[in-house]
């Protein structure tokens, strides 16, 4: 996925064409303006207080009881961007704006807006020493109780985007498909997203989410708004630690962690999970993928990979590099499942 800048007129495109368009301006004056407009709309309600039908800026902001002229500067952005509709001096959200900003819509994303507001958008002054240094924040060593919160409904909200296509799509074992008691292991699963999907379309799957305990702290209230019961429990624990148990899992997931760790620590995660799989048993890693340099550009690949690697001193891995790790352990290469809804990620699967 690109975000290009497209002439609106045959004056823009000849100005494009040749070289005229100063592009890095709209990359550092622009778009930061873009991204912090739209995160500062979410933590302060904005979107929410629109929910109800069109308003004018000042029935808004009986509401959000802010700057009026302010608001209204805001209001004009976040039109131009798309979140708004503006007819006869009032403003209503657009399809795009109240599937995707509002804190109740299944697909919502409104928790990891506010997570990268209050929490990671401070990580970026820290690009330039990563640069010089190599080392990342590693900020899950660093978070507060009220960070780790913000976070967990961060990861929530990102699962949200993806975990519908994730169950339709995701490969199986046949002991799953055909409704018959199986296991799944969910490394670093907190919120459990992924593992509910599963476990509500195959009631015959049980899941165990493990993580650190202080993000299991934060993710048991959600786990339990989902109402699984037995089927779907916390286990804490720390993947690079522990050992998984051997023959015991018909399926291993590991969504959103393999970022977080070096290729060596892949590796020993890897043979760990190799032991700890049925016959037949599948380890799907679940990532956004780092792009070829030779290959067309990607660019939600290559921003997540700067991001994690400022951020927890990894960044993302090609497809070859998780395969590797996958077949070192013992396990054959099954298939590469690519999301048709979130360019650059893609579900990894090996079988033992």
């Known amino acids: 996925m690109q975000l290009t800048v497209t002439p609106e007129n045959l004056l823009e495109w000849i100005a494009l064409r040749a070289n005229l368009v100063p ?5 550092a004056q622009i778009m930061p303006v873009l991204a912090k407009a739209v995160l500062e709309a979410a933590d302060k309600g904005i979107f929410e207080a629109a929910r109800y039908g069109s308003k004018t800026l000042a029935e808004l902001n009986v509401t959000l009881q802010l700057n009026e002229k302010a608001l209204g500067e805001l209001m004009g ?67 507060t109780p009220e960070q ?37 292991l969910d490394i670093g699963g907190s919120h459990g997203n992924h593992a509910v999907a599963l476990c509500r379309k195959y009631p015959a799957l049980t899941a165990t989410l493990l993580d650190l305990p ?4 934060q993710a048991a209230p959600m786990l339990a708004k989902q109402q699984m019961g037995n089927q779907v429990q916390h286990q804490v624990g720390n993947a690079l630690i522990d050992d998984f148990g051997e023959n015991a899992f018909d399926l291993v997931l590991m969504s ?27 380890f799907i890693i679940n990532e956004f993928i780092r792009p070829d340099l030779s290959s067309p550009p990607e660019l939600v690949g ?46 990894v699967v090996a079988r033992k």
């Not at 339709?168 to 296991?183: C, E, M, Y």
């Not at 202080?214 to 702290?217: C, D, K």
């Not at 959103?256 to 016959?279: G, I, S, W, Y």
Request: hydrophobic fraction near 40%.
């Open 23 to 27: 592009i890095p301006l709209l990359h």
């Open 77 to 143: 952005l976040l039109t131009a961007m798309g979140y708004f509709n503006f007819r006869n001096n009032r403003f209503t959200l657009t399809r795009m704006a109240r599937r995707f900003t509002l804190s109740d819509d299944p697909r919502s994303v409104h928790g990891l807006i506010v997570f990268n507001n209050r929490v990671t958008w401070d990580w970026m002054n820290h690009l330039g020493e990563y640069l010089q240094t190599g080392k990342g924040i590693q900020y899950h060593d660093t978070f």
């Open 148 to 184: 780790w919160h913000y976070y967990q409904l961060g990861m929530v909200a990102a699962s949200n985007a993806e975990v519908s296509e994730f169950a339709r799509r995701v490969p199986l074992t046949k002991t799953i498909r055909s409704g018959n008691v199986a296991t799944m």
């Open 214 to 217: 202080q993000a299991i702290e």
């Open 256 to 282: 959103n962690v393999a970022h977080h760790f070096t290729p060596e620590e892949n590796q020993d995660v890897a043979n760990k999970v190799a032991k700890a799989l049925r016959p037949n048993g599948l």
């Open 302 to 347: 290559s921003s997540t990979n700067l991001f994690y690697g400022l951020s927890s001193t990894a960044g993302n891995y090609s497809i070859a590099e998780i395969q590797a790790w996958q077949q070192a352990a013992g396990l054959a290469t099954h298939k590469v499942v690519w999301y048709r809804t979130i360019p650059g990620r893609a579900m």
